[in-house]
């Protein structure tokens, strides 16, 4: 038997600012918490941290639910959390701290059994202490946690409803242990795993039950039931700040209008939790080192600022992740000073908070500090003790310069590098292209930037003047490797397609890899993401069903077509490929 336990665009410094106090100066424990706003709040939080890999390691399968919470702590290469860690995080000038959790580590789930062992909620409730007493705040959620969370996605009624039960049980042991615990301290429901993470099969082999509408939906019934639950758990609970979690916790997924913030009976204590890691290829991968074009200061400085469609409406942004990750061999991406500056400068304009995503690659654990010195100081510098003497409005105002000149510098920067396709409006083809070991990279995305590339890779880009046969290539002989390691990602892109040749179709001719011919395995489609940029997409495995409104020249073709035209068993070293294809109206 199942032993489930019944359980505006600145309205952020709006206070500061008619005040003319200083923005976040003095302790938490001098804040009245209770009666600020979930706007007012961020202006408080400052700089954050991760501690990542740490007590969200995964170990249920291995070593099981039966180990000390020290096992699960260490499974991942971290150190054991300590005082002194976290104190000296707060000294390195992160004022915030999110502590991610794996909360069914210890627990019995699959037979029923919802219990967290006591001494696990212990050991997160001891590092919490930890963060409290350096005088941060903190976050705790429940991240990936082996993926249980594509439950919610089976083919199985009863297993969907056993993943509510895990949540609702979860949520309220987490809660009820918390409940009396001070306003600084914040519930964040989950991680990556509202939305398309639902139909993960990591636990559940027949998810993927879910279209992409029901996704959005079960999205905001979870969010609701997170906030329902913790409201009526008592103590502190009853108006504790609390952190919703963005569709997939992608910016451009969370604006779309299917998702939808829950209902609240206190008043204005949401947050909203997205995560930044664009571009992904100079963010998370080896593949691109650089960055800093006007496009890409361009690319970010606009998807930062849709967020204030949810700061409008009361609710506080905290951007739960982000970061550029160390290359595999630790060291840093070059221009990683200048990403870091603008994406802060952003934040502090519009008030969202930032929380780096951090394994001990930044911070290093087992020595107490910041890996590189000019790393150091940025931190140090962005802290809100070093922004304790200016109010509200200078901070906003010094980052709106600060991103101005910015943007200058890397406009004069590329007028004398010369221009470049696409720079005029014009419709410009391209391959999309990641490698499989994600090492080798050129323009992946539907906005074409040929400057995110691999270096050593040469790129045959067509404009698109009218109707005719074009060929698009890449040439990854130049690079490091000498070849792309087979394919992960793959897409003709036609920027501008939608918009200056509405209706049209790219039609294949001919695939050739390392010269010879290819021969696909079904039909190519013209389809748009964003209505903008046309594609054919040559190898996507993320598609996971063929989209209604997709263009062929011969419908007789639509029961063959496929979003995975390349079979990853069948390649291998990629030093070349090239497509011909006919671009014409349907």
């Known amino acids: ?78 150190p054991i959390t300590t005082s002194e860690m976290i104190m000296e995080m707060k000294k390195a000038g992160f004022d915030s701290i999110r502590i991610p959790v794996a909360w069914t580590n210890t627990m019995d789930y699959r037979n029923g059994d919802y219990t967290i062992s006591p001494a696990y909620l212990e050991r997160v409730a001891e590092i919490v202490n930890y963060a409290l007493d350096a005088d941060m705040f903190v976050i705790i959620n429940d991240h990936w946690d082996g993926g249980w969370w594509g439950m919610f996605g089976s083919a199985s009624e009863q297993t969907r409803k056993d993943a509510m039960d895990v949540f609702t049980s979860m949520w309220t042991q987490v809660g009820t242990y918390f409940k009396d615990y001070p306003h600084q301290l914040i519930f964040e429901v989950a991680n990556e795993e509202l939305g398309t993470r639902l139909n993960e099969t990591s636990i559940a082999a027949d998810s993927g039950y879910l279209s992409e509408r029901e996704t959005y939906q079960v999205t905001n019934r979870i969010n609701q039931k997170f906030v329902d639950l913790i409201r009526g758990l008592g103590g502190n609970n009853s108006d504790r700040f609390l952190l919703v979690a963005g569709y997939n916790t992608d910016i451009e997924r969370t604006m779309d209008d299917r998702f939808v913030m829950p209902k609240d009976t206190a008043q204005n204590k949401l947050l909203l939790s997205v995560h930044y890691y664009t571009p992904w290829n100079y963010c998370g991968t080896d593949s691109v080192n650089n960055w800093g074009t006007e496009q890409e200061y361009d690319i970010q400085n606009e998807l930062l600022g849709k967020m204030t469609k949810f700061t409008d409406q009361g609710y506080g942004i905290i951007f739960g992740e982000y970061g550029v990750l160390p290359k595999s061999d630790g060291s840093l991406k070059k221009n990683i000073i200048d990403f870091l500056t603008n994406f802060h400068d952003n934040m502090e304009l519009y008030g969202y908070v930032p929380m780096l995503w951090d394994t001990s690659s930044f911070f290093i654990r087992t020595e107490l500090k910041i890996v590189d010195e000019d790393l150091a100081n940025f931190f140090k510098e962005r802290s809100l003790e070093n922004r304790s003497a200016l109010s509200a409005n200078e901070v906003k105002e010094r980052a709106k310069a600060s991103m101005a000149t910015a943007l200058e510098i890397a406009r004069q920067r590329d007028e004398e590098a010369g221009p470049v396709l696409g720079g005029s409006g014009e419709a410009v083809a391209w391959i999309m292209f990641d490698s ?33 046969t074009y060929t698009v290539a890449l040439d990854f002989r130049g690079t490091e490797q000498g070849y792309a390691n087979s394919v992960s990602f793959s897409a003709i892109g036609i920027y501008n397609g939608e918009i200056l040749f509405p209706g049209y179709v790219i039609e294949i001719k001919k695939l050739l890899i390392n010269g010879k011919p290819y021969n696909m395995r079904g039909k190519p489609y013209t389809t748009a993401d964003d209505k903008a940029c046309t594609r054919v997409n040559l190898y996507n495995e993320w598609v996971t069903s063929i989209p209604k409104d997709i263009r062929v020249l011969n419908d007789n073709f639509l029961p063959y077509v496929s979003a995975t035209l390349l079979n990853k068993r069948n390649i291998d070293k990629i030093e070349t490929i090239e497509v011909e294809f006919d671009y014409v109206k349907k």
């Open 436 to 468: 499989g070991d994600y090492l080798t990279t050129y323009s992946v995305g539907d906005i074409y930037t040929p400057t995110a590339k691999t270096e050593g890779v040469i790129a045959t880009d067509v404009v698109i003047e009218e109707e005719g």
């Open 1 to 78: 038997m199942k032993k489930i336990f019944i359980l505006s665009l600145v309205c952020v410094f709006l206070l500061a600012t008619t005040s003319g106090m200083a923005q976040g100066a003095g302790k938490i424990g001098d804040l009245n918490l209770r009666d600020m706003t979930a706007l007012e709040l961020t202006g408080h939080m400052g700089n954050g941290i991760n501690l990542g890999n740490t007590m969200e390691a995964y170990g249920h399968r291995y070593p099981g639910i039966h180990e000390p919470p020290s096992t699960y702590e260490t499974l991942w290469g971290q």
